[in-house]
């Protein structure tokens, strides 16, 4: 079942805020279908009420959800207008909201550990889809990467759960001095099994992710970040170009209703030949083993 057939459309009100440091929120909002049915990887199309702009909803990740209050979520960074009105959001007060929507990831082969590959605001799903994996009996290794460390916002909720988290900075003032790929590669080296990866962050991160798994022979998860219109298929503003193992050439898909999650090796990135192919052989197409989150 595509798990957008549950969605639901609310009036959701703002049951709490919480503001970390910079441009970042954490908003708690009332919906009933997305707290009972969100999986980890899936979003909502979100728009305060309070003005009139910007037109169209925007995407945000459900970072976590409460079933018992009928609560969920979200971790957001006021970038622009649509951002900056749902921050200033009042309790009380609503947004137009559109869930639970997309495809989730899904959980890793018994036996594997999921490294969480994590750039900025990319966090977001990492919270819920440990949950999943641990109540799964599964485990899980968090990467989280940013310019500087107040771009790492979300590091104890891991913390409470006894989730292993590995920071990176660009500017080395938390973690690893580097980029997070390199933190993933360095456990690579040491690590005692066998390992699926998940990466949600910038196209950069996750195309370094993508080569990451390539070159090691693992499976790995994506979480697409295009620009989404209406977030169920209809407008086509969100379509990437995907070619998966038994196809020719790639087809342009909708990441909102086919993603945003997709395994990496069937992501045509920029820079990369569509038409070549090889690279798909290589790595024998689309991912074995995987279970249905
Ligand atoms: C599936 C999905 C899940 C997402 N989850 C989250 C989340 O959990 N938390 C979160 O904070 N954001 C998330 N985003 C990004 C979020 O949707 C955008 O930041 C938001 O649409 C910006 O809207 P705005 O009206 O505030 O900014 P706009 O006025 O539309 O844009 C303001 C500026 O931000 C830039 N911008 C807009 N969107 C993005 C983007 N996606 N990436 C980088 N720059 C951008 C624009 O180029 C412009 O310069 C997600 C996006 C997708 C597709
Ligand atoms: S956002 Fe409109 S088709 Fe995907």
Partial sequence: ?????????????????????GEYIVLTFRHPAVAQE?????????????????????????????????????????????????????????????GPLGRPFTLPPEGHEALLVAGGYGIAPFRLFCDQLLREGLRARVFYGGRTAGDLQVR???????????????????????????????????????????ACGPDAMLQAVALLAERRSLTAQVSLDPWMGCGVGTCLGCVVPIQRAHEERPHFRCACAEGPVFDSRDVVWKGEDASCSWRRAQTGGEASGSRAG
């Fill in 156 to 198: 104890e909720p891991f913390a409470a759960l006894g989730v292993p988290l590995h920071a990176a900075t660009d500017d080395g003032s938390a973690g690893h001095h580097g980029r997070v790929t390199e933190a993933v590669e360095e456990y690579l080296e040491t690590r005692p099994g066998a390992v699926t990866l998940f």
């Fill in 1 to 21: 079942m595509i798990r957008s057939e549950v969605a639901e459309n609310l009036e959701a009100p703002l049951i709490a805020r919480e503001r970390l440091d």
């Fill in 38 to 98: 969100a999986r980890a990887g899936q979003f909502v199309m979100i728009k305060a009420n309070t003005w009139p702009d910007p037109v169209l909803r925007r995407p945000y990740s459900v970072m976590n959800v409460d079933p018992e209050r009928a609560t969920f979520t979200l971790f957001l960074k006021a970038v622009g207008t649509g951002s900056r009105h749902l921050a200033d959001l009042r309790t009380g007060e609503t947004a137009g909201c559109l």
